[in-house]
T-cell receptor, first 113, second 114 residues
């Protein structure tokens, strides 16, 4: 499993764009990059998943450079409700009993008014 | 999308008793479920991987006799904390998934042992 490194915490203000970068130097050819959001006392919630280039959905964008050794989660115009911990995970998209889901330390994002 | 239902959301038990936590996949078949525990301000720590129809695989340092995992069907995995003690108080989370849509996690169970 590829190890991931993220900033421990980030602060921003409402209405701003927030970019959280994750490093995964040992990513394997068949690995996907998935981001999760976790609020206090809740389970992680899937945000977005990608393999290369750019992926966009209704809540976020994911930018992956050609070497795939890092990725950036972009949250447009954040609000107070985006305050949460964000986890970057790297692993095969099709899971099997051999594909453990290991969480890194995550990034604690705090949004201020 | 895939939904994982976890119950109970909160439980308080006396020291020495056992507590069962259920994790159900509502709209998909989960051959594999993952069980985590999370302490305040910390990340999720993988405890074990639950495989339908076979024994669970426990992470190093996790006592299999204390944290009993049963995955008897494709939609239900259970974690039983046996002879619970105050140090077992934590937030327990299960998760599973299918295909390329990422993994889905339950809403978690807050266990307090008094």
């Amino acid at each position: 499993l590829a190890k991931t490194t993220q900033p421990v915490s980030m602060d921003s203000y409402e209405g701003q764009e927030v970019n959280i970068t994750c490093s995964h130097n040992n990513i394997a050819t068949n690995d996907y990059i998935t981001w999760y959001q976790q609020f206090p006392s809740q389970g992680p919630r899937f945000i977005i998943q990608g393999y290369k280039t750019k992926v966009t959905n209704e809540v976020a964008s994911l930018f992956i450079p050609a070497d795939r050794k890092s990725s950036t989660l972009s949250l447009p115009r954040v609000s107070l409700s985006d305050t949460a911990v964000y986890y970057c995970l790297v692993g095969p998209a099709g899971y099997s009993s051999a594909s453990k889901i290991i969480f890194g330390s995550g990034t604690r994002l705090s949004i201020r008014p | 999308g895939a939904v994982v239902s976890q119950h109970p959301s909160r439980v308080i038990c006396k020291s020495g008793t056992s507590v069962k936590i259920e994790c159900r996949s509502l709209d998909f078949q989960a051959t594999t479920m993952f069980w985590y525990r999370q302490f305040p301000k910390q990340s999720l720590m993988l405890m074990a991987t639950s495989n339908e129809g076979s024994k669970a695989t426990y992470e190093q340092g996790v006592e299999k006799d204390k944290f009993l995992i049963n995955h008897a069907s494709l939609t239900l995995s259970t974690l039983t904390v046996t002879s619970a003690h105050p140090e077992d108080s934590s937030f327990y989370i299960c998760g599973g998934g299918q295909g390329a849509f990422g993994y889905t996690f339950g809403s978690g169970t807050r266990l307090t042992v008094v």
